[in-house]
């Protein structure tokens, strides 16, 4: 019998004893071989079925003029590495480079996410107790522009939101699940390390630092709430709330990955949706203050009325943050050319800023339709406590707090995900291993400690809203422009061409008023700077 002459196949079908299955051959870590990207694909099945058919014993072929040609010895393994590549190719689009680390990452570690999670975790991430702060700004710039100002402000987020949407799988095979990613491949790794990492990695510690002050606060809120004026208990003291806040943060903190987390935001997105709500109605309910009025705040001069407004509108960019999140919601999802992540995920993301639009508007016109120039600096929940707390039932005060605590609760590991994943990345490019249970579990009980530590010692962060917002302005403004200009090269003069160019400008400078607008402000209200002496 002649010797059977064996073909070379892309993949080489490997030979081994007919009791071991070969590992499929996927460019992909082990923890993705069950992701619904890849066990779709009939690369795995296809590559199974040839790894057990190539063992020591070869199935006899039919000898009969009806033996197709594809059941002979020479064709077989041609055949199936042609229909495994081809289905390969179909399924992933481009051969997505997976980096092998991205299995012991938590953003990365599991990809089953959908447009329910993308949805919740948008939703939650762009609602926060910043919103409550709305209608102080709109004391500075009255009725019309305080309107104008914060539907631009919302529509233009929306629009740079869209760009990294799309950006996320903009060039063939690679995916960019981290806003720094996207940033060094548009701007280049050295100029993206001086302009990118400060302010993304701020915005995610200092807004677990402010969940943590405020959590802290609030819950020291219900207590009082739920006691009453005649409890004999003796409370806690601010700091000591602080510590059961963080105590609780670090036991969510936990959760393995970001999509083990998406109960956690469905919870957090519910709670924001319901406090914005009860705190809105219950001003409206309550009517206007006597003597309340509209007019914009006077100034003791034409500059400090020209910083007031950039101060304001500082508060306004503050309250429309969570863009150095949307690359890393995107990357839990699974991504093929005939199922792209961009669909569920701009599905997701349109219906959660339409609920943030029904949530945002209202506080900022209700909140100061009811107390207008009189609203406390601390906002809306503020305002709501110390003038209506005699004449508002406790139950509703009670579970405006119980929800903006547990609103902070689900926000702190909604925005903690990417310091956790940068902290855990230098382990794993180091040793080349996943990070072992302990170590991760110290790793996030440290940042959760560290965020507890800096709220008690700057317990004035909250006041200075409006220079935070001037600060991390370019990340959900600037940035995205430019990294469209960058990336995708629009033709010279071309509609997305002039409108990347004039909002990425615009918001430049923007952002260089409003970190001198905020200052200023600081300056003259004379900010109460009390460090370790937490209220």
Known sequence: MEEVVEVLSIPVTPRTPRTAIPTPPISAPPSHLHSPSLTRSPFLQSGIQSGIQSGTKTPRTPKTPRTPRFMTPLASPMRKAIISMRGYLEEMGHITKLDPQDAWLPITASRNGNAFYSG???????????????????????????????????????????????LHESVPGIRYSRYIQLARAAFGERLANWI??????????????AFNIIGGSTMKLFFQ??????????????????????????????????????????????????????????????????????????????????????????????????????????????????????????????????????CLFPIAIAGYWAYGSLIPQGGIFSALYAIHSQDTSRVLLGLTSLLVVINCLSSFQIYAMPIFDNLESAYTSRHNRPCPWWLRALIRTFFAGTSFFIGI?????????????????????????????????PDRYSGMWYTNWGLGCLGVVLSV????????????????VSFFKPQ
């Open 225 to 358: 709430i739920v006691c009453g004026p005649t409890c004999e208990s003796q409370p806690l003291t601010t700091v000591e709330w602080y510590v059961v806040f963080m105590c609780l943060a670090i036991v969510l903190a936990q959760l393995p990955n970001l999509n083990s987390v998406a109960w956690v935001s469905l919870i957090g997105s519910i709670t924001a949706v319901g406090y914005c709500t009860l705190i809105w109605s219950i001003s409206v309910a309550k009517g206007r203050l006597d003597g309340v009025s509209y007019d914009p705040v006077k100034a003791k001069s034409d500059a400090a009325r020209a910083f007031s407004i950039l101060n304001a509108l500082g508060i306004i960019a503050f309250a429309f943050r969570g863009h150095n999140l949307v690359l890393e919601i995107q990357a839990t999802m699974p991504s093929s050319l005939k199922h792209p992540c961009y669909v569920p995920m701009w599905r997701g993301v349109k219906v959660a800023y339409f609920i943030i639009a029904l």
């Open 457 to 489: 010692a700057f317990p004035f962060l909250g006041s200075i809203s409006g220079l935070i917002g001037g600060l991390t302005l370019p990340v959900t403004f600037v940035y995205p422009c430019f990294m469209w200009l960058s990336i995708k090269k």
């Open 120 to 166: 919740f975790h948008t939703l939650t991430a762009g609602i926060g107790p910043q919103a409550l702060v709305l209608p102080v700004a709109f004391t500075f710039l009255g009725w019309t522009w305080g309107i104008l100002c914060l539907s631009f402000a919302f529509f233009w987020q929306l629009y740079t939101l869209w760009l990294l949407t799309v």
């Open 513 to 528: 008023l409003l970190v001198v607008g905020g200052t200023w402000s600081m300056i003259d209200t004379g900010l109460k």
């Open 196 to 209: 990118a990492i400060f302010p993304t990695m701020y915005l995610s510690a200092g807004a677990c630092t």
